[in-house]
Each structure stands twice: as structure tokens, then as C-alpha cells.
């Protein structure tokens, strides 16, 4: 492994025990539920600032294996499908005629955001078929060095959130033409960036600071505290 071609690596804070878990100066938080649950977390976005996006924005991506499930907790959330630049749906706690709920069907290009610049925004997430265990993985371990990043101001590696994607089936959408070469393109780049992250530069996936592996907080550390 050639670690030393790697960026700079922020100090780890360890979290991997807390739950819910607060991200970005206590803006933002991850709560986890228990296996089997309606819904297997539920995430706080804070204001909507294009300039400077929220940890919890997502990249516009898709998932291989998964659905999407979403339902308004406070706020209102848009929901981008197929195009990142126009909200396909948004769903609302404050409109009683709006939905409350949507889903997101696996190989779907998607991302959310929240749809306020002023108020947080807490949202239920499920995907199914569900993997409780992995998922806790992914999240705590790609918020987590995320937030690290933030803090310590560096730029996260593309390589090791490749890594983390890559261990969950995610690809990043590659904007093209083509909605087939597009998908061909994302699964390529995830694969081989992630192969190279992981093997040359040794960037790992997962790390014992954010999570402890087989061992989450909600079946080894009792349950989850409501916000």
C-alpha cells in the first residue's frame, strides 16, 4: 500500500457508541432505530445553503440493490429524481395538503435537500431490503469522516468515500447523456476509485472511531434516545 501518496486524514473523533449522533456544531444529527423498524433513521438537515451544503446533502446518486423510503418528521423536504436542478416532490410537516411521504425505487438517480434556507429539516429514512447493521456502518462511518473533515478543515479524499459507497452499493450519478451510459460510467468510477482507495492508498472501510463493528449502539448499547 502506498499510504503516503494520501491527503491529509482529520483526527477521528469517536462516536461510534452515540446515539443519535450530532454532526456540524449540533446542526445536524443521525438517530438510529432498531432493526426491523418502520423506519431505520431518522436525520436532521439544518437551513439550506447552496454556498456551503450540509454534510447530510447527498450527491446525486443511486442505489443498486435498494429502495428509498422517506417521511417528513419537521419541515419540508425536496426530493430531486432523474434531474438534480428541479424537485420532482416535496414533501411537507407544514402543508397539511402536502405528502408526507415518498420513495425512491433502486437504479433511480436521486438526491435530497431541504427545501427551507432558514428552518432545520428532520426527515425518516428507510431502505429496503433492509441491512440495519450495514447501514449503521455506512452512515456513522461516512458522516462521521465527513464531519471530521469539517472540522479539521480538509478536503475529504474522494477515495475513501468511494470506499465507504462502494461498500454500499451507492454510485455517484456521472452526468451524461445517457441515462444507461450514465449508470455504466457511475458504476465503473465507484468500483475502480474504490479498488484504488482501498488497495494502493489504504484508506479502510471502516473505522473502530465511528463504529464498532457487529456491534451497533442500538443491540450492544441499548436503545436508541429520542430527540
Known amino acids: 500500500m502506498f499510504t503516503f501518496l494520501r491527503g491529509s486524514t482529520p483526527p477521528k473523533t469517536f462516536r461510534a457508541h452515540d446515539n443519535p449522533i450530532y454532526y456540524e456544531d ?3 444529527f443521525v438517530q438510529f432505530n432498531e432493526a426491523g423498524s418502520k423506519y431505520i433513521l431518522r436525520n436532521q438537515h439544518p437551513p439550506f445553503d447552496s454556498t456551503k451544503p450540509s454534510i447530510m446533502t447527498p450527491p ?3 442505489h443498486i440493490n435498494q429502495t428509498e423510503h422517506f417521511s417528513i418528521v419537521e419541515g419540508e423536504c425536496h426530493l430531486f429524481k432523474e434531474n438534480p436542478e428541479k424537485p ?5 410537516a407544514k402543508d397539511p395538503n402536502a405528502p408526507k411521504t415518498a420513495s ?37 462511518n461516512f458522516f462521521g469522516y465527513l464531519d471530521d473533515c469539517r472540522k479539521a478543515g480538509v ?8 470506499v465507504f459507497l ?19 460510467a457511475s ?21 473502530p472511531e465511528y463504529y ?13 434516545r429520542n430527540i
Open 155 to 162: 478536503p475529504p479524499s474522494m477515495f475513501q468515500l468511494f
Open 88 to 92: 420532482w416532490m416535496t414533501i411537507s
Open 60 to 62: 446525486f446518486h443511486w
Open 212 to 224: 464498532d463493528d457487529g456491534k451497533s449502539s442500538i443491540n450492544h448499547f441499548g436503545k436508541s
Open 104 to 140: 425512491i425505487p433502486k437504479t433511480v438517480f436521486h438526491t435530497i435537500h431541504n427545501a427551507s434556507t432558514t428552518e432545520p429539516m428532520v426527515v425518516d429514512v428507510n431502505l429496503t431490503p433492509e441491512d440495519a447493521e450495514s447501514e449503521q456502518k455506512f452512515f456513522r
Open 26 to 28: 449540533g446542526t445536524s
Open 187 to 207: 458504476r465503473v468510477m465507484l468500483s475502480s476509485v474504490a479498488w484504488y482507495g482501498r488497495w494502493i492508498l489504504g484508506y479502510k472501510t471502516s473505522y
Open 166 to 184: 462502494n461498500e454500499a452499493d451507492t454510485p455517484v450519478a456521472v452526468p451524461l447523456p445517457s441515462k444507461f451510459l450514465s449508470k455504466v
